[in-house]
């Protein structure tokens, strides 16, 4: 496979207190995107998903920060490490936007409500493009087409609250896309959609990235979006990513037993009412302290060891690894 | 089997008002003509996008909100059919009987005052609703609690010490106080995470198989819907498209929207070849509800016809009710595309 546009290595992020010593909230995350590529990433509220995807563009502010690790990302310099990067710099920001763009879940508190959607589109375009207001503006006008919105000359003279749901999130489609950055992160676009908008919103996103080349990053509670959205998944859970798997791989066999209890939590797809099997308990809340692996008090299958030592990250194949004690062949502790 | 609830040609419209005068200058008709019964012990689903009026029509049976037109049937304790008109009654007998409906809300967050504990929060519609001493009072919360999963230790706590799935437990324990019969659940499990979703789903069929509750289930996740329910409805724009059994709504849509909806649902399962999006652009403003069938706007077969006159619920098949003037054609053909070629379709329409 190709060299990937984009890195995260070992990557640790770490919750500053005053009163508390930090606590420690994604441990050493490692995970590729490829051009034209989705790589899903799972896993239920609390989990480190969006801290993850926050990291990732270099976001993260007071009292969160990046502890270790590095976030490669190829620029016309050369692969750079924005981990080193101050977040709010200038290089930071000639990369944010440009190489690297995001699309948030709530497109009403993502757009600014007083300017018109055309000036939203516009702001990067000038900035980092160095185009004209006037040409930028066509540009604008042309991208709210490429995003599927009728009229896009009088849409884009139009203010968010005049757009539907399903037209702003494409509205943020439309910025994110705007530069023609290498990398998307899209952090649960579809969650506040309908059904029948979540379904249009996916399927633009998967012809951009393919047309344009993009990477994407999709995270998302939703293991229907995952199964028909991602060639790659990573399922978190707790601050450690337990299982990474191609999506044939993951949905066939699922092997961690926080993957199985996902997908024993579905209501089965014949609609038969067979009672579910839920994964009992709760996650344990970020304030408790684990020692071991942080799903041993909901495991079926848990051993003295799990209460011990958290594993490594594990190939059980070429396209599949666990974070998971009952794998003893491909289980190491984590270093 | 008997009915809880009877409702028939049930309206709610909200009006607009507009400028200095505040005068009504049209409405939202956010509920335009349901009917619809739900039999004892049964679980009702109601399914539709934002915006359908699926929350109003359930506030409206309730009658947290005065339905503008229509009769609502509800069948009282002690009664052998739906009998007793709600919307005729007195607010006195109306309150008597709000004992034997209640109502779960989606988000647990904000359904639970912050600043009371659990005890305060399960008391108030107690002593509300019945009159009985302290001890009983402590009885009924306590068994009430057991119900749901979980123990006394839960009264002294204030909701905010409770994750998500214990605070819709919570509400759910709070519904279940005055033994009601009827419960409307808007939502219940919107808010959750998938594997927190699974015990409270399980737990809403353990309540209604021990008690012999009657659900109506408002959402718009279909595979919960199909899981759960015995009946389903489809809304659309304030009118119900298409209803019937569960089963046979999933295996044999009939009305193009419904058709178009489900094929919308992502599956957990992965693609094995991409589909098409059939459905473009979004639902119309419920201000703006359009002429004819509300959904021409988007529907790929509409037709002159589908413009000019509304069409009314009939009749296919056994207890199937569609709103639509071309289901058999569309079915029909349907049928005669897969089997000439698999791969065929609606032809789609390019967004409005």
């Known amino acids: 496979m190709n060299a990937p546009v984009f890195q995260m290595r070992n990557v640790s992020i770490d919750l500053d207190s005053l009163k508390n010593p930090s606590r420690r909230i994604a441990n050493g995350i490692d995970l590729e995107l490829h051009r034209g590529k989705t790589l899903a990433l799972v896993g239920e509220s609390g989990c480190g998903k969006s801290v993850t995807a926050l990291s990732a563009m270099n976001l993260l502010s007071a009292p969160l920060r990046i502890s270790e690790g590095s976030i490669l990302l190829e620029t016309e310099a050369g692969r750079e490490d924005i981990a080193k990067l101050n977040p709010s710099g200038s290089q930071m920001r000639s990369i944010r936007g440009r190489r690297i763009a995001m699309i948030f879940q709530d497109p009403m508190t ?49 203010y968010p609250f005049q757009l539907s749901g399903g037209m702003r999130q494409r509205v943020m489609i439309a910025i994110a896309i705007a530069c023609s950055p290498s990398v998307l992160i899209a952090d649960e676009p579809t969650t506040a959609l309908d059904v029948t908008v979540q379904a249009q919103i996916l399927e633009l996103l998967r012809e951009l990235g393919e047309d344009l080349g993009m990477a994407t990053l999709l995270i998302t509670h939703d293991l229907g979006v995952v199964a028909e959205n991602a060639d790659e998944v990573i399922v978190m859970y707790r601050g450690y990513v337990v299982e990474k798997a191609g999506v044939d791989a993951l949905f066939d066999n699922p092997a961690h037993p926080y993957t199985q209890g996902l997908m024993a939590s579905l209501p089965p797809a014949d609609g038969e009412r067979i009672e579910l099997t839920p994964i009992p308990g709760q996650v344990p809340a970020i304030t408790e302290d684990i020692v071991g692996c942080p799903f041993a008090s909901r495991c079926p299958h848990v051993m003295p060891k799990c209460g011990e030592t958290m594993p490594a990250l594990g190939a059980i194949s070429s396209e599949q690894s666990v974070a998971c004690w009952l794998y003893p062949a491909a289980a190491e502790a984590r270093p | 089997m008997t009915d809880r609830l009877r409702i028939s040609d049930l309206k709610v419209h909200y009006p607009v008002r507009k400028g200095l005068l505040r005068r009504v200058v049209g409405a939202v008709r956010a509920v335009d003509g349901v009917s619809l019964s739900i039999p004892t012990g049964a679980t009702f689903g109601l399914v539709g996008e934002s915006g359908c009026g699926k929350s109003s029509l359930a506030r409206a049976i309730l009658q947290l909100q ?38 779960v809300f989606q988000d647990p967050y904000s ?15 107690l002593r509300a609703m019945e009159t009985l001493s302290r001890a009983e009072r402590h009885q009924r919360i306590v068994r009430s609690l057991e119900a749901v999963g979980l123990t006394e230790a839960a009264l002294e706590r204030f909701p905010h010490q409770f994750s998500g799935g214990q605070r819709q437990r919570i509400a759910i324990a709070r519904a279940l106080l005055s033994n009601p019969n009827f419960i409307v659940l808007d939502e219940p499990v919107s808010a959750l995470d998938v594997s927190v979703r699974a015990q409270i789903l399980n737990l809403l ?11 109506l289930f408002v959402s718009h996740d279909l595979s919960v819907v199909k899981y759960l329910c015995d009946q389903v409805a489809i809304m659309y724009l304030g009118r119900i498209v298409e209803s019937g059994p569960t089963a046979e709504i999933f295996a044999n849509p009939l009305h193009p929207y419904t058709k178009l909806l489900l094929a919308a649902v992502p599956v957990p399962k992965p693609r094995r070849g991409r589909k098409a999006v059939k459905l473009q652009g979004d639902p119309p403003s419920p201000m703006n509800i359009p002429d004819g069938c509300p959904f021409h706007t988007r529907c790929p077969s509409a037709t002159e016809e589908c413009r000019k006159s509304v069409p009314k619920l009939r009749e296919l098949g056994s207890a199937h009710v569609v709103a639509c003037h071309h289901a058999e054609r569309l079915t029909a053909q349907e049928s005669v595309a897969a089997a000439g070629n698999p791969k065929s379709m609606i032809p789609v329409r390019a967004s409005a």
């Open chain 1, 110 to 158: 993502a757009l600014d409500p007083v300017y018109t959607v055309g000036d939203q589109i516009t702001e990067s375009l000038c900035q980092h493009l160095g185009l004209s207001r006037k040409d930028a503006w066509k540009r604008a006008v042309e991208l709210l087409r490429l995003v599927g919105i009728p009229a896009p000359e009088q849409r884009a003279r139009n």
């Open chain 2, 66 to 103: 005065k339905p503008s037109g229509g009769r609502i049937l509800f069948r009282a304790e002690g009664q052998d059919d739906a009998a007793t008109e709600l919307t005729a009654l007195s607010p006195r007998r109306l309150r008597a009987l709000r004992r034997e409906m209640q109502i």
């Open chain 2, 111 to 125: 359904a639970l005052n912050p600043r009371l504990r659990v005890k305060t929060i399960l008391d108030e519609p």
């Open chain 2, 205 to 215: 069929i353990q309540l209604q198989r021990q008690l012999g509750l009657t659900y």
